[in-house]
């Protein structure tokens, strides 16, 4: 299954957008890409997935590149408590549950 | 909607010792994964069950087992606990044994240290 790349830090201005951008060049038809964050000391949230359509819902908007080798996650209107490391997954029937983390980009939104 | 809870929050054990986590899955979820997370990583598979059997491993030796019962909770054990097993250990779960397009939903972990 595909890996991601992304950076490894940003920083956002608070009630900015922040776009966090994922490399999934190597990606199959059949995978979806999964985005979470974790906030220090707790468990990985689930914000959003999608396969080849762009995806919003009540956290945030997902675009994926019509090529597929690339998404970004954007999160329309940060605040203080979006400062998460946010983790881009590539997910497909052969993964099942075996996500593959890898280190994140560690954002933090500044007051 | 009752989500993933992991028992307990942190546990203290000296190296060699067993230790056993627990996890109760969210409502409705009958696969569970259990992931290792040291500190300033991500977190990495351990492994997964479905119907009560194990049916997914990462790179982790025979020392980690786990159990899956009947109403879909799941332990994880640990026997001869080293140093390097100090970590936050994250159990999810997810619907309809683990089709790719189910989200996985997280507990809070169990932060254990052996000392």
């Known amino acids: 299954d595909a890996k991601t790349t992304q950076p490894p830090s940003m920083d956002c201005a608070e009630g900015r957008a922040a776009n966090l951008p994922c490399n999934h060049s190597?990606?199959?038809?059949?995978?979806?890409v999964y985005w979470y964050r974790q906030i220090h000391s707790q468990g990985p949230q689930y914000i959003i997935h999608?396969?080849?359509n762009n995806e919003t819902n009540e956290m945030a908007s997902l675009i994926i590149t019509e090529d597929r080798k690339s998404s970004t996650l954007i999160l329309p209107h940060a605040t203080l408590r979006d400062t998460a490391v946010y983790y881009c997954?590539?997910?497909?029937?052969?993964?099942?549950?075996?996500?593959?983390f890898g280190t994140g980009t560690s954002l933090t939104v500044i007051p | 909607e009752t989500g993933v809870t992991q028992s307990p929050t942190h546990l203290i054990k000296t190296r060699g010792q067993q230790v056993t986590l627990r996890c109760s899955s969210q409502?409705?979820?009958?696969?569970v994964s259990w992931y290792q997370q040291a500190l300033g990583q991500g977190p990495q598979f351990i492994f997964q069950?479905?119907?009560?059997?194990?049916?997914g491993r990462g790179n982790f030796p025979p020392r980690f087992s786990g159990l899956q019962f009947p109403n879909y909770s799941s332990e994880l054990n640990v026997n001869a606990l080293e140093l390097d097993d100090s970590a936050l250990y994250l159990c999810?779960?997810?619907?309809?044994?683990?089709?790719?397009?189910?989200?996985?939903?997280f507990g809070n972990g169990t932060r254990l240290t052996v000392t």
């Open positions: 409502s409705g979820h009958n696969t």
């Open positions: 999810a779960s997810s619907l309809v044994g683990g089709q790719y397009n189910s989200p996985l939903h």
């Open positions: 069950y479905y119907r009560e059997e194990e049916n």
């Open positions: 190597t990606i199959s038809g059949n995978e979806y």
């Open positions: 999608g396969l080849k």
């Open positions: 997954i590539v997910r497909g029937p052969n993964t099942g549950n075996q996500f593959y």
